[in-house]
Protein backbone atom coordinates (compact mmCIF):
# COMPACT_ATOMS: atom_id res chain seq x y z
CA UNK A 1 0.00 0.00 0.00
CA UNK A 2 0.70 3.70 -0.09
CA UNK A 3 1.53 6.20 2.97
CA UNK A 4 1.44 9.81 2.43
CA UNK A 5 3.34 11.78 5.31
CA UNK A 6 2.63 15.03 5.97
CA UNK A 7 5.23 17.36 8.39
CA UNK A 8 5.98 21.48 8.75
CA UNK A 9 3.18 22.50 9.92
CA UNK A 10 3.65 25.05 13.05
CA UNK A 11 2.73 28.49 14.56
CA UNK A 12 3.76 31.11 11.70
CA UNK A 13 3.79 34.87 11.69
CA UNK A 14 2.76 37.24 9.52
CA UNK A 15 4.68 37.70 6.44
CA UNK A 16 6.93 34.74 7.74
CA UNK A 17 7.57 31.33 5.91
CA UNK A 18 7.04 27.71 6.34
CA UNK A 19 7.87 24.54 4.46
CA UNK A 20 5.46 21.61 4.01
CA UNK A 21 6.55 18.44 3.03
CA UNK A 22 4.72 15.39 1.49
CA UNK A 23 6.36 12.10 1.82
CA UNK A 24 5.67 8.98 0.08
CA UNK A 25 6.07 5.43 0.66
CA UNK A 26 5.19 1.61 -0.41
CA UNK A 27 4.85 0.28 -4.01
CA UNK A 28 4.47 3.11 -6.82
CA UNK A 29 4.70 2.71 -10.15
CA UNK A 30 3.95 6.42 -11.54
CA UNK A 31 2.45 9.81 -10.52
CA UNK A 32 -0.18 10.93 -12.26
CA UNK A 33 -0.94 14.34 -9.65
CA UNK A 34 0.16 15.60 -6.51
CA UNK A 35 -2.00 18.47 -4.66
CA UNK A 36 -2.09 20.18 -1.53
CA UNK A 37 -5.36 20.88 0.04
CA UNK A 38 -6.13 23.35 3.01
CA UNK A 39 -9.04 23.39 5.23
CA UNK A 40 -9.83 25.97 7.64
CA UNK A 41 -12.33 26.03 10.62
CA UNK A 42 -15.42 25.54 9.59
CA UNK A 43 -14.40 25.87 5.91
CA UNK A 44 -14.56 23.30 2.95
CA UNK A 45 -11.07 22.22 2.05
CA UNK A 46 -10.19 23.85 -1.18
CA UNK A 47 -7.17 23.13 -3.24
CA UNK A 48 -3.74 25.51 -3.21
CA UNK A 49 -1.43 23.80 -5.05
CA UNK A 50 -1.18 21.05 -8.27
CA UNK A 51 1.73 19.42 -9.37
CA UNK A 52 1.33 17.13 -12.71
CA UNK A 53 3.31 13.97 -13.37
CA UNK A 54 4.58 15.84 -16.08
CA UNK A 55 5.69 18.67 -13.95
CA UNK A 56 3.46 21.45 -14.57
CA UNK A 57 1.93 23.51 -11.94
CA UNK A 58 -1.05 25.22 -11.18
CA UNK A 59 -1.71 27.76 -8.10
CA UNK A 60 -4.60 28.34 -6.33
CA UNK A 61 -5.46 32.93 -6.54
CA UNK A 62 -5.55 33.02 -2.74
CA UNK A 63 -1.54 31.95 -2.90
CA UNK A 64 -0.35 33.30 -5.95
CA UNK A 65 2.94 34.43 -5.81
CA UNK A 66 3.43 33.82 -2.43
CA UNK A 67 3.19 29.71 -2.16
CA UNK A 68 5.43 27.30 -4.12
CA UNK A 69 4.62 23.66 -5.36
CA UNK A 70 7.66 21.40 -6.14
CA UNK A 71 8.83 17.70 -5.80
CA UNK A 72 12.29 15.68 -5.17
CA UNK A 73 11.69 12.58 -6.82
CA UNK A 74 15.15 11.10 -5.27
CA UNK A 75 13.17 11.38 -2.03
CA UNK A 76 9.81 10.51 -2.90
CA UNK A 77 8.74 13.76 -1.45
CA UNK A 78 6.31 17.10 -2.57
CA UNK A 79 7.12 20.72 -1.04
CA UNK A 80 4.84 23.74 -0.50
CA UNK A 81 7.00 26.75 -0.12
CA UNK A 82 4.55 29.31 1.81
CA UNK A 83 5.87 32.74 2.38
CA UNK A 84 4.34 35.96 2.78
CA UNK A 85 1.92 34.51 5.73
CA UNK A 86 -1.03 35.69 6.11
CA UNK A 87 -3.46 34.81 9.01
CA UNK A 88 -6.06 33.21 6.45
CA UNK A 89 -3.45 30.91 5.79
CA UNK A 90 -4.01 29.16 8.75
CA UNK A 91 -5.85 25.65 8.24
CA UNK A 92 -5.18 21.78 7.50
CA UNK A 93 -2.91 21.23 4.67
CA UNK A 94 -3.82 18.02 2.94
CA UNK A 95 -1.58 16.22 0.55
CA UNK A 96 -3.38 14.15 -2.14
CA UNK A 97 -1.82 12.28 -5.04
CA UNK A 98 -3.11 10.60 -7.80
CA UNK A 99 -1.14 7.41 -8.64
CA UNK A 100 -1.02 3.51 -9.93
CA UNK A 101 0.78 1.06 -8.19
CA UNK A 102 2.97 -1.63 -9.44
CA UNK A 103 0.39 -4.56 -8.45
CA UNK A 104 -2.14 -2.85 -11.69
CA UNK A 105 -2.61 -0.04 -13.84
CA UNK A 106 -5.94 1.55 -12.05
CA UNK A 107 -5.13 5.17 -11.00
CA UNK A 108 -5.83 5.32 -7.05
CA UNK A 109 -6.38 8.45 -4.84
CA UNK A 110 -4.59 8.62 -1.56
CA UNK A 111 -4.70 11.18 1.20
CA UNK A 112 -2.03 11.63 3.84
CA UNK A 113 -3.15 13.03 7.84
CA UNK A 114 -2.51 16.03 7.26
CA UNK A 115 -0.40 18.99 9.32
CA UNK A 116 -1.80 21.78 10.85
CA UNK A 117 -0.44 25.57 10.29
CA UNK A 118 -1.57 28.45 12.22
CA UNK A 119 -0.72 32.40 11.32
CA UNK A 120 -1.05 34.74 14.03
CA UNK A 121 -1.20 38.26 13.00
Known amino acids: QVQLVESGGDLGHAGGSLRLSCASS????????MRWYRQAPGKERELVAALTGGGITSIADSVKGRFTISRDNAKNTMYLQMNSLKPEDTGRYYCNYDLSLRSGPAILRYWGHGTQVTVSS
Open 26 to 33: GSIASMYA
